[in-house]
């Protein structure tokens, strides 16, 4: 079982930066991918980032350049660090993690094939 709690959402003015983190606790292994996902009203769960366990990443190519995710592992902490920010990255942002899967087809699992979540944090970017 893994637990995970987001902080870190708030409201930014377009071009700020926000950092989102994850806390993770109970059972995680090796082969566990994690990442985030947003979503906006009315639109579909989106695959953000997403970064495996041995360090490989995957990103949407809307915030390629943009958004970095990292991992603690120290800490059992995931992070986004969200730069350059605009309007359309307001959303909700969700903090997942699926075994057995590399960062690519994790970020683009239908998100009902994904085991864990966290609870979301509100992302909110004024232009």
């Known amino acids: 079982q893994v637990h995970l709690v987001e902080s870190g959402g708030g409201s930014v003015q377009s071009g700020g930066s926000l950092r989102l983190s994850c806390a993770v606790s109970?059972?995680?292994?090796?082969?566990?991918?994690m990442g985030w996902f947003r979503q906006a009203p009315g639109k579909e769960r989106e695959g953000v980032a997403a970064?495996?366990?041995?360090?490989?990443?995957s990103y949407a190519d809307s915030v390629k350049g943009r958004f970095t995710i990292s991992q603690d592992n120290a800490k059992n902490t995931l992070y986004l660090q969200m730069n350059s920010l605009k309007s359309e990255d307001t959303a909700m942002y969700y903090c997942?993690?699926?075994?057995?899967?590399?960062?690519?087809?994790?970020?683009?699992?239908?998100?009902?094939?994904?085991?864990?979540w966290g609870q979301g944090t509100q992302v909110t970017v004024s232009s």
């Open positions: 970064i495996h366990h041995d360090g490989d990443t």
């Open positions: 109970g059972s995680t292994y090796s082969n566990y991918c």
């Open positions: 997942a993690a699926e075994a057995g899967v590399g960062p690519v087809l994790f970020r683009l699992l239908d998100p009902s094939a994904i085991t864990y």
